[in-house]
């Protein structure tokens, strides 16, 4: 038990002293979440391949309660982005992320899903998929190590540690917004960025129409 349960600065009867615990309601309710974190399983390119070794019997992902790896977005607590994001995905990853409930993390395993890695140039990649959804922890590499992407979570559940159910996003009023699913046409859309496409479309008309005048 850790000295700060055994003296909180809470007056505890001598009697009771080694017997009883106070804590907080946060500390309580993060160390059971971070304690049984379930991954979606799903994967996207070479980094998978590690991901799938980091629950195997070597690595043992079990070992800080996240073996579960659930094939449903809404029975997963964490979505682990690992490997090549393509314009063509991006638009059903987004779809995942809005199915999975509160409260739900993203993980971005390897060089691809952080910032597009050595195919960022290419036509079809994405440069991030930070770009589209919120991501709580970056894991670096080209491919990442099992050991890699264990501190990567262990690093998500010292953020667990630090939430509280007063600032939390799942626990405030009012209802949260979805992600808007981008669009996929001859180039990849945000819808966010509608409203500045409109604006520059109107602007080069305007040009136009001027030029059209001065001739």
């Not at 600032?167 to 405030?172: H, I, K, P």
Request: glycine fraction near 8%; hydrophobic fraction near 40%; aromatic fraction near 6%.
């Amino acid at each position: 038990m850790s000295q700060e349960s055994n003296d909180p600065g809470i007056p505890v009867p001598e009697e009771l002293q080694g017997q009883l615990a106070i804590t907080t309601l946060d500390k309580l309710y993060n160390w059971g979440r971070r304690s049984s974190v379930w991954p979606m399983m799903f994967g996207l390119a070479c980094c998978a391949i590690e991901m799938i070794a980091t629950a195997a019997s070597r690595f043992d992902l079990s070992r800080f309660g996240m073996e579960v790896m659930r094939p449903s977005p809404r029975q997963s607590d964490v979505m682990i982005v690992s490997g090549t994001v393509t314009k063509k995905m991006i638009p059903i990853i987004v779809r995942l992320y809005n199915q999975m409930p509160e409260p739900k993390y993203v993980l971005a395993m390897g060089a691809c899903a952080s910032g597009g890695g050595p195919f960022k140039e290419g036509y079809n990649v994405v440069d991030g998929v930070d770009k589209f959804i919120p991501v709580d922890v970056y894991v670096p590499g080209c491919p990442p190590t099992p050991q890699a992407l264990l501190h990567g979570l262990i690093t998500l559940q010292k953020k667990m540690d630090k939430e509280s159910v007063l600032t939390a996003r799942w626990y405030q009023k009012g209802v949260t917004e979805e992600v808007p699913i981008p669009l996929l046409g001859p180039d990849l859309i945000d819808p966010r960025d509608l409203p500045d496409f409109n604006a520059k479309l109107t602007q080069q008309a305007e040009l136009q129409s001027q030029g059209e005048q001065e001739r």
